[in-house]
């Protein structure tokens, strides 16, 4: 039977009532990430997003590496990106350290040009702030801000984009990437990101399925950026990739778990948070989840881990 998946709120609230030490900072982006939730929910409905056809899966191209996005040039799509700016720009607002310097932003966002966007995708995809360096310096604007909210307005559309065209959102479901396991790398196949959380899905006994080791559920990498999910071996690293890792530790913390967990890598240090489903009844909006793993990611940090993924909660230190 299917299960269906908690909203952002409802993982938030349950991790909140299990470690209220987390509640101030959730609950300060709770409403951020709720209405980015709802805008791809919206956008799904956007004749713009409907009209954009994303590469069809080609096996050849995938087993080689190859992900969709690496080939593609985004057509414009100013308009949908002014939406999602007006429509996350309360939530933006209220947030104490942003409050005050997001004014220039605004107008700037309302109308970007092709080729902005196309800088602006770049910089989000390899998640670089830097590359903005230039382009945020002609418009005075601070580069590392503007990475932030290009991210925020990309990852509502891309997920929508991504869903569209390649579908579905239904964690037992196997999107194309998955069958006869093609995809083998470690970033994602659809947008090149470094994944944000490592699922485990409640156990499904399948003999034929080499990713099933020990009896466990299978792993499989989600990306924060555009939302897609893909299976990958339980105990490669997704920087050292498959053949050179086989070094993954496993930090918990000594507390109910409640499933989660950080995977790290012994060889290049980066940690993954990671959640076991087979431990959770219900299954919890994933990119919450990653956000709400921030008492393993301090003790990672201590022990001089880096986070696989910069994410807005663990790249200021
Ligand atoms: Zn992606
Ligand atoms: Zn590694």
Redesign the pocket.
């Known amino acids: 039977m299917e299960q269906s998946c908690q909203t952002t709120a409802e993982t938030l609230n349950d991790i909140i009532a299990w470690r209220p030490a987390l509640a101030s900072l959730l609950t300060a982006f709770s409403p951020l990430l709720t209405q980015a939730e709802t805008l791809t929910a919206e956008l799904l409905e956007d004749p713009l997003v409907a009209a954009i056809n994303l590469p069809q899966c080609e096996p050849s191209r995938l087993q080689l590496g190859a992900s969709l996005l690496s080939h593609y040039t985004m057509p414009d799509v100013s308009g949908a990106l002014a939406y999602a700016r007006t429509k996350l720009w309360p939530q933006l607002q209220a947030i104490p350290a942003l409050t005050d310097s997001l004014e220039p932003y605004y107008s700037y966002l309302g109308q970007v040009t092709l080729e902005d966007q196309h800088k602006l995708l770049d910089a989000v995809l390899l998640n670089d702030g830097t590359l903005l360096s230039d382009l945020a310096t002609s418009k005075n604007l601070d580069a590392g801000i503007l990475h932030f909210l290009a991210t925020f307005l990309y990852s509502s559309l ?1 997920k929508a984009v991504v869903l569209k065209n390649y579908g579905p959102a239904n964690l037992e479901k196997e999107w194309p990437w998955e069958t006869n396991n093609i995809w083998q790398q470690g970033y ?1 196949p ?4 470094l994944p944000t959380i490592a699922w485990l899905d409640k156990a499904v006994i399948d003999e034929r399925n080499t990713y099933l080791l020990g009896g466990g559920g299978r792993k499989h990498l989600h ?1 924060g ?4 999910n893909w299976r990958f071996l339980r105990l490669a690293c997704p920087v050292c990739g498959i053949a050179e890792s086989k070094q993954i530790e496993i930090l918990t913390c000594d507390e109910d778990s409640h499933g989660e967990s950080l995977h790290w890598c012994a060889k290049c240090n980066s940690y993954l948070p990671t959640v076991d489903l087979r431990e959770r009844i219900a299954i919890p909006n994933l990119d919450a989840q990653a956000f709400g793993m921030l008492h393993l990611e301090l003790i990672a940090k201590e022990k001089q881990l880096k986070p696989l993924h910069l994410s807005f909660w663990n790249s200021f230190s």
Do not use: D, K, P, Q
């Open positions: 891309l994602c659809v947008c090149g990101s990306c950026l555009c939302g897609a």
